[in-house]
Each structure stands twice: as structure tokens, then as C-alpha cells.
């Protein structure tokens, strides 16, 4: 697996990992204790026996991590971008070779930062052993053979899950389509039979009897064993700790921000399961009971976007639909790719270099298995920037392109900075940059770039906002339960016997959905969603939702717009381009609160920017959930 500093594709297969990565030159584990750094062994105080380390150590140590990061990271982001785009026997050798080389340089190097800990350091010295410290994502023991054996699993489920065949009327179906056909399909049978096969992936053994779930609980036992060794109580709590604060309390502000936007969600719910239940009747959605979850027009019932005409308000539908206009105006990947450029530029961002255009990989290709969930790479720590995907050309994919590009924009911003600080300010942040750019992807936007003829008048608001409440809203609760599943596995609260049962229970509390048949325990239903088997960390997108709104207001406040937020486009307005650009320069340089007040002027992640902008849509539905019964 991967360490933290070391590759950074954001949203990439399993092996790689997502923040920037890991550490410096090499020397093993078993050198760590007595080998001095180079100022040690000049500096007359080091011969000194038992004189601690010094400062000039520090920055001894802190300057070969960095030298090997980005020197090993750059091998290791090609070797993981070749096996991407081109799985196979040899390239998931390749990138497990690199894995395991990685995963065992960042351990010895996190073991290493340990020796400073009693030192009085300036803050940004400081700032990097924490950063190098937590550089694994998934950390494995330093005993010999687990780091091979942590990359070889992991390796083994990412591309299970990419390569997992699905038949259906006995044809081979394209994953991406099934993913589509969940949106389209109406029939409830046919449903229930995609979202069933989808998950058998997850339990299906390969020729040596591994499964996704038989692999998952192996990783999980090697992760909280290096995990430990590091002095963090488990996997979960080294994931927590990444937000310069206690884990404890980054769990607590998890629930402090789902309690902010909870009603959004909690009146949605209500409004949509009426509507199904209009549209099935009552034995298929009754009325008391969580939401069946394949009928909410998406694989894993995240976002309901599928089902925007059954939810859109009378009266009030947008009048335009995105996919069909992108069809009809001849768009395709590339286009929506350019359209998605424009925007940053329009802001003052400089064009995406040539190679990315050379290199990217736009569309599937034919002839080979690659991991189409999308993902956006720097592969040298300066502008070879590429995105990954399997681009269709509809509303879904043209919102992904731009989330992709903000991660690309984000990585070029902050490339003079330290390997060691090239990462989101929090995960959150990464996430929330391309999809601030979205929500500024308003139908005054889509006329001047040519993509509608007329702008819906205000009487098309509550259309407009319930589009985006079926994104954005819908998302909340499972962007905030995957990863309470994910921390309740690594403290060994769930075990493989309970994994299917926990998922359940939090699928059951926080969204208020229920599987279309019952799940017995042999099931690993979270195996099914691509950020399980690939190590992804899953709580950066909660986050993202909220800060995507946070940031949005605050740009709109930069731009002087006065309106409701939800018309407010933030296009071609250079002033916020160049605030923007204030917080994204800074990489991780200093703790997030700083960059959140570069750029908003306030120093706490808040929801409340989020209920503004759907303010007017959770009127209506309250209006028109009274006298249901809500909940479930
Ligand atoms: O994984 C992603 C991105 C890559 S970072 C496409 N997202 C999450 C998901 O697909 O589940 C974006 C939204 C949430
Ligand atoms: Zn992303």
C-alpha cells in the first residue's frame, strides 16, 4: 500500500495512495537505531555518547526523506499509473514491488521522525516529521515479509474490484455501464438483480481461494499491527490523526457538521421516499420503512441524481436537462475536458500543460483493463498533471471532470513547496475544489459557454436546487458512514463475522436505507464500493460537501454577488482566482485552518453555508412533508 507522501493519484487504485508520499534515502530497518545522519557523525556533540539528537539531525533526517520522496515517488506514481492503465499480471507485480519498497521506507522513516520527538524544534520542522510520520496510509509492521505480503493483498483487491466480471442476460456487461444502467433502469427486479451481482464481486474467490472480504480482513489485521508499532491505537486512529488535531475530536467535528446539514437531509428523505412510493406503490416502498437501496438511481444509493425527474417539483423542472444538451451540442470527452480547463482559466489559472493532454487518459480504451473509477495524478511533483477516466459524456461525468481538475490545479498550485507539504491542507480540501467550481456551473454559465439557449427564470429555482440537493444532500450520510464503518473495523468492533451486519446498521441510521433482499453475514457489501478495497480514505468527501459550499459562498461574497448563491457563478471573476490560489499555494504547509481563512476568512469548517444555499428547497419540503411521517 502506499504511503501518503509517496504517489499521488487522488481517488486512484488502491496501491497508490493519495497524499503525497514518503520518505527519504535508503537505509533498513534494521540500520535505523545506529545509524547516525551525516551531521551526526561530523558534529563533535553526536560523539558524545547518549547525547539526544540534535536540530541539525533533524534537518539532516527531514532533507533525505525529502530527497527520497521525491525522487522514489515519481518511480513509484509511473509504475502505479502504467498498472492503472494497464492491469495485468506484470503491472500489478510492478506496482506490488514498488508498494512494498514504499511501505517499508515509510515505516522505517515514521519509526525514525519518532527520535525527535522530545526535541524543541521550529514549527515547520516540526510540521514535516509530523507529516512524515503519518506518510503511510496503510502502515505494515517492520517485521520482514509484511510489507510485501500488506502490497501484495492490497494489489490483489483493487484489482479484483476493477476487473470483476458482471453478466447479465448472459453478456459480459462494462462495470461503468452497470453503474449508468442503475440510474436509467425503473423496473425493480432488474434492479435488484444489478445491485445483486455487483456485490457477489466481493465474495467471488480467485484461483487461489482469495476473496475481497478473506483479503480485506487480512490487511486489516497487518494494518493495525504497523499501525500500533507507530504508537497509534490502530489504522483508524493513524487516519483521524491527519487533521492537526486529536482523533478524537476529528470524529467529534465529523458528527458537530452532519449535525448542521442533518435536517437538509432528514426532509429530503422524507420527500423522495413519497415519490418512490408514488412510483411503486406500497409493498416495493412502504411509507414507515428505510428506502430500498437500489431504487435510488445510483450503485450505492450515494447521490440520487438518477432520479431527479421523479423528484423535480412541479412546475419547476429546469427546463433543460445537461446530458441531453451535452449530446445534442456534439460534446464529447475531450470536450468536456477543454470546457472544464476553460473555467480555471477564466479565474487566472494557467492552461493544463501540453503532456496532459498527450498522456491523460481520457476515455476506456478497448483493448485493456484499466481502473476506470476516476482519479487525478501528478506524477514528477511539478506540472506532469493528468486525469484517468472513463468519460461518458453526460451531467455525472462533466461534474467529475471538474472535480478531477481541481485535484491537477491543486497539485500545480502548491508545487514549489516541500514534497512533504504537497497535499490538500486537509483531505476535505482536495475534494472540495473541483466541486466548488461546479456549483458556479449555473445555467447563466452553460448559456455563455453555448450549452443552453435560455436561462430558466426564478420560477425554475426550486428545480435547479433540488438537482443539486440530489447530489449534494443525498451524499451527506454516506460520505460520513464509511468511514465510521471503516474506523469500527480497524478498533475491532466489527470483525469479518459482522462486517456485512455493521454496514447495515450504519446504511440503516444514517441514510435510511435497507438492502432489497437480506444480507447474511457471508456478504461484504462494503467491498462493492471501489474506496474499500482501494484504502481510500472516505471521510475527505463529507468534508469536501461541506467545504465545497463553505468555499463557494466565500467566493461569491470576493465576486460581490448579491443574489441567491445557488445562481451565483464565480466564471471569469480573476479576484477570486487570485485568493483562491492564496489558500491552494499553501499546500499543507501549515495547519488547515490557515488556508480556510486565506481563503474564507474564518478558521472553522461550517455548514452553514451549505443550509443558506438550499434554504429556499428546505421551505418547500417542509411544506410538502407536513403531515408525513418522516424517519425510519
Ligand atoms: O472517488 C471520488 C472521485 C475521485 S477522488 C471520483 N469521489 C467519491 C466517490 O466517487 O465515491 C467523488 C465524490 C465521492
Ligand atoms: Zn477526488
Same mark, same amino acid.
Given at each position: ?25 535508503? @537505509? +533498513?530497518?534494521? =540500520? ?27 534537518? +539532516? ?47 522505517? $522513516? ?32 517492520? @517485521? ?22 458482471? /453478466? ?5 456487461? &462494462? ?49 493495525? /499491527? ?17 487533521? =492537526? ?7 467529534? /467535528? ?35 420503512? &428505510? ?26 423542472? &429546469? ?32 492552461? *493544463? ?5 498527450? @498522456? ?37 461525468? $462533466? ?31 482536495? /475534494? ?20 443552453? +439557449? ?9 428545480? *435547479? ?9 443525498? $451524499? ?80 461569491? =461574497? ?47 469548517? +461550517? ?9 429556499? *428547497?428546505? =421551505? ?13
Amino acid at each position: 500500500m502506499t504511503k501518503r507522501h509517496l504517489a499521488r493519484p487522488f481517488g486512484a487504485l488502491a496501491a497508490v495512495s493519495i497524499l503525497a508520499l514518503t520518505a527519504a534515502c535508503s @537505509r +533498513d530497518a534494521a =540500520d535505523t537505531e545506529t545509524t547516525a545522519t551525516n551531521s551526526a557523525a561530523t558534529a563533535p556533540e553526536s560523539v558524545i555518547e547518549d547525547a539526544g539528537p540534535t536540530e541539525a539531525d533533524a534537518a +539532516d533526517f527531514i532533507a533525505e526523506v525529502e530527497k527520497w520522496t521525491r525522487e522514489f515517488g515519481e518511480y513509484y506514481s509511473r509504475v502505479a499509473w502504467v498498472q492503472a492503465t494497464y492491469i495485468n499480471y506484470d503491472t500489478n507485480w510492478l506496482v506490488t514491488k514498488a508498494d512494498t519498497e514504499a511501505t517499508e521506507k515509510g515505516v522505517e $522513516f515514521a519509526n525514525e521522525a519518532k527520535r525527535f520527538n522530545d526535541l524543541d524544534l521550529p514549527t515547520e520542522m516540526r510540521r514535516k516529521l509530523e507529516a512524515i510520520k503519518l506518510g503511510v496510509n496503510l502502515p505494515a509492521p517492520s @517485521r520482514p515479509g509484511a510489507a510485501a505480503e500488506l502490497a501484495e493483498i492490497n494489489t490483489r483487491m483493487g484489482a479484483a474490484y476493477e476487473t470483476g466480471k458482471i /453478466e447479465l442476460d448472459g453478456k459480459t456487461v &462494462p462495470r461503468s455501464d452497470l453503474e449508468v444502467m442503475m440510474g436509467e433502469i425503473r423496473d425493480p427486479a432488474k434492479l435488484q438483480e444489478i445491485w445483486t451481482k455487483w456485490r457477489e464481486v466481493p465474495v467471488t474467490a480467485d484461483a487461489d481461494g482469495n476473496t475481497i472480504k478473506s483479503d480485506y480482513a487480512k490487511m486489516v489485521k497487518l494494518a493495525n /499491527e504497523g499501525a500500533r508499532e507507530l504508537g497509534y491505537a490502530d489504522a483508524g486512529a493513524m487516519w483521524r490523526s491527519r487533521y =492537526d488535531m486529536d482523533p478524537n475530536a476529528f470524529a467529534a /467535528e465529523m458528527d458537530r457538521l452532519w449535525g448542521q446539514v442533518k435536517p437538509l437531509y432528514d426532509e429530503l428523505h422524507c420527500y423522495v421516499r413519497a415519490e418512490l412510493n408514488e412510483q411503486y406503490g406500497d409493498d416495493v416502498v412502504p411509507l414507515d420503512q &428505510p428506502i430500498r437501496a437500489d431504487l435510488l438511481g445510483n450503485m450505492w444509493a450515494q447521490t440520487w441524481g438518477g432520479l431527479n425527474d421523479l423528484a423535480a417539483p412541479e412546475g419547476a423542472s &429546469p427546463a433543460y436537462d445537461l446530458t441531453d444538451q451535452l449530446v445534442a451540442k456534439g460534446y464529447d470527452a475531450e470536450k468536456i475536458v477543454k470546457t472544464g480547463e476553460g473555467f480555471f482559466s477564466s479565474l487566472g489559472f494557467e492552461p *493544463l500543460p501540453e503532456t496532459f493532454w498527450e @498522456r491523460s487518459m481520457i476515455t476506456k480504451p478497448a483493448d485493456r483493463e484499466v481502473a476506470c473509477h476516476a482519479s487525478a495524478w501528478d506524477l514528477d511533483w511539478a506540472d506532469d498533471i493528468r486525469i484517468k477516466m472513463c468519460t461518458s459524456v453526460n451531467a455525472d461525468d $462533466f461534474r467529475t471532470v471538474h472535480h478531477e481538475l481541481g485535484h491537477n490545479y491543486y497539485q500545480r498550485a502548491y508545487q514549489d513547496k516541500s514534497v512533504l507539504f504537497q497535499t490538500g491542507a486537509n483531505g476535505g480540501f482536495h /475534494e472540495a475544489i473541483g466541486d466548488m467550481i461546479s456549483l458556479s456551473i449555473t445555467p447563466e454559465y452553460l448559456k455563455e459557454i453555448g450549452l443552453i +439557449d435560455e436561462v430558466p427564470d426564478a420560477s425554475k429555482d426550486l428545480g *435547479l436546487l433540488m438537482n443539486e440537493a440530489m447530489e449534494g444532500v443525498a $451524499f451527506l450520510p454516506f460520505g460520513l458512514l464509511m468511514d465510521k464503518w471503516r474506523w469500527q473495523v480497524f478498533s475491532g468492533e466489527l470483525t469479518p463475522e459482522t462486517y456485512n451486519e455493521g454496514w447495515w446498521n450504519l446504511r440503516e441510521e444514517y441514510q435510511g436505507i435497507r438492502p432489497p433482499a437480506d444480507r447474511g453475514a457471508n456478504y461484504f457489501d462494503p467491498g462493492g464500493k471501489y474506496h474499500i478495497p482501494g484504502n481510500v480514505s472516505y471521510e475527505r468527501y463529507f468534508l469536501a460537501r461541506v467545504l465545497q459550499f463553505q468555499f463557494h459562498k466565500a467566493a461569491c =461574497d470576493i465576486a460581490g454577488w448579491e443574489g441567491p448563491l445557488h445562481r451565483c457563478s464565480v466564471y471569469g471573476s480573476k479576484a477570486v482566482g487570485a485568493r483562491f490560489n492564496a489558500m491552494l499555494e499553501m499546500g499543507a504547509s501549515e495547519p488547515w485552518p490557515e488556508a480556510l481563512a486565506a481563503f474564507t476568512g474564518s478558521r472553522e469548517m +461550517d455548514g452553514s453555508a451549505m443550509v443558506a444555499y438550499f434554504q429556499p *428547497l428546505l =421551505d418547500w419540503l417542509q411544506e410538502q412533508n407536513e403531515g408525513r411521517s418522516c424517519g425510519w
